[in-house]
């Protein structure tokens, strides 16, 4: 693989869309290819997974943590061998808002699932790829989850409570206190212009 691949992670209301357009039409007019993508979704099979799991159903519709990890990782497996391998089989520069580290925090310091059962799950569904940079774009569930109106709320931000929130922002910032070389963790409750120069900043640094 002689692309570069970057990963936007982060709680609910962080900006990880916003940032990531923004960092590939930053890339691009420095003359890089770069492709955006993200997570649950990014192919066919993906925005069909994406649908099931952040759907609001109704209380019999419940879906179990360990099922929430294995749609996740199904959609993960099929973005990764239909979009991100290939792209950085052709050296492209790849941007996805979230990967493999979400499930860590929402699925696993959120939900309690094991870390190294979802670890041994993730190295399946991606073959073993791991990004060459994370950034963390930092905010607190009071902050992000006030960005979000009720009724654009996914089944994570309407159904689970603040201390699940709380869990899974603690669970990001200890994976990235665990592998600082590929982690840079960025305020994300200021203004987008200034998260935004901190991201570039971190991306510059590895391409
Ligand atoms: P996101 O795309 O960030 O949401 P929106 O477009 O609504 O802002 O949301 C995906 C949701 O799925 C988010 O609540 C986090 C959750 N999620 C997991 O629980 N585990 C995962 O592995 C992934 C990728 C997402």
Redesign the pocket.
């Given at each position: 693989m002689n692309g570069r691949f970057i990963t936007l992670e982060g709680p609910?209301?962080a900006g990880?869309?916003l940032q990531a357009q923004r960092l590939v039409a930053a890339l691009e007019g420095r003359g890089h290819r770069a492709r955006l993508t993200?997570?649950?979704?990014g192919t066919g099979l993906g925005e069909q997974i994406?649908a099931i799991?952040?759907a609001r159903g109704a209380d019999d519709a419940f879906i179990s943590a360990r099922a929430?990890?294995l749609l996740?990782?199904a959609?993960?497996a099929q973005l990764v061998a239909e979009v991100i391998g290939p792209a950085l089989a052709a050296g492209d520069v790849v941007i996805c808002?979230?990967?493999?580290d979400?499930?860590l925090?929402?699925?696993g310091y959120?939900a309690g699932l094991p870390l190294d059962e979802l670890r041994a799950i993730a190295a399946v569904a991606t073959g073993g790829l791991v990004p060459d940079l994370t950034v963390l774009l930092d905010v607190s569930p009071e902050v992000g989850l006030a960005r979000?109106p009720e009724d654009?709320?996914?089944?994570?931000?309407a159904t689970f409570d603040v201390d699940f929130h709380r869990r899974v922002r603690d669970g990001f910032l200890e994976l990235a206190r665990q592998e600082p070389e590929r982690w840079r963790v960025v305020g994300a409750e200021r203004d987008a212009d200034g998260v935004f120069e901190d991201v570039l900043a971190a991306a510059s640094a590895i391409l």
């Open positions: 609910e209301g990880k869309t993200r997570e649950p979704g994406r799991v952040l929430d990890a996740f990782n959609a993960r808002a979230r990967f493999a979400s499930t925090a929402y699925q959120g979000k654009a709320r996914n089944r994570f931000e």
